[in-house]
């Protein structure tokens, strides 16, 4: 096998563009860096370039880039507001300009707002289903036609486990129902999935999403529950399975593997491709 052979089996996205959105921090950060490795130019995206001061978490967009570029890659920031239509319009121009046409386009920032389904008022409903399904559509909308042209693109949206229903009665005293409005939203962003997969099926673009079992363990999952993850530690993966199942569904044949609500261990697993990360 020659050289050529070998750097296109370790950088299966050599030559191709990517766009992440959510990619200040945590997981956005880990499938930046993942996608970047196997080759991938980035267009990266997050509501702001720089933390602010006194930030709540550590990260910035502008530090994603940069630890991109130190790795020999090519990222460009793209900074949005998902939560604006106006503002999420301008992103995928704006990637195609510095980048070229997106090839695989990643949906990962999320408006993970928990609040019990009596009380979560309009304001912070619209902002989650803004960032959680409307942006999914518009930004699917703004690299299809490129996409359909060339018959060849990837979409992958990150969900989550949040998206089940409960299950009863009877149900758990004072069982809580904060994610109830962030698991609808990724419950429609899974409907889009499977939906969007066959409209397109014939032109060999491929849609599908991918979530953790349950949690990641990332400076966000810390600060929003935490004691979760000190108390269950079994419900917690790595962020790097996460990533991984991404680049795999960014890569996969669209024929055959389209259309698919999928949990990152189960995947990895059925694939044959779960990083030891000790």
Not at 209 to 231: K, N
């Amino acid at each position: 096998m020659g050289k050529s052979q070998d750097r296109s089996l370790d950088r299966p996205l050599e030559g191709k563009v990517a766009l992440v959105t959510g990619a200040s921090r945590g997981i956005g950060v880990a499938i930046a860096e993942r996608l970047a490795e196997a080759g991938a130019s980035l267009a990266l995206v997050a509501r702001t370039l720089e933390a602010g001061p006194g930030a709540r978490l550590a990260g910035s967009l502008a530090e994603t880039v940069a630890a991109i570029e130190r790795a020999g890659g090519r990222a460009v920031p793209i900074v949005a507001d998902l939560a604006n239509p106006a503002d999420r319009a301008r992103i995928v121009p704006e990637a195609r300009a510095a980048l070229g046409p997106i090839d695989v386009l990643v949906h990962n920032a999320a408006a993970a707002i928990y609040a019990p389904v009596a009380e979560i008022p309009l304001k912070r409903r619209q902002i989650t289903f803004e960032v959680n399904v409307h942006a999914t559509l518009d930004l699917a909308q703004a690299v299809l036609p490129e996409m359909r042209a060339r018959r060849r693109g990837w979409i992958v949206y990150l969900s989550s486990a949040s998206s089940q229903h409960p299950k009863g009665p009877p149900y758990g005293r004072g069982e809580s129902t904060t994610i109830t409005v962030y698991g609808a939203s990724k419950a429609a962003l899974e409907r889009i999935t499977t939906g969007l997969a066959a409209e397109v099926y014939g032109d060999g673009v491929a849609v599908n999403s991918i979530a953790p079992v349950a949690a990641v363990r990332t400076p966000g999952a810390e600060a929003l529950v935490g004691e979760l993850l000190t108390t269950h530690p079994e419900l917690v993966e790595p962020v790097e399975w996460l990533a991984e199942a991404v680049l795999a569904l960014a890569t996969c044949d669209p024929h055959t593997c389209t259309g698919r609500i999928l949990y990152s261990g189960p995947f990895l697993d059925d694939i044959g491709r779960k990083p030891d990360v000790g």
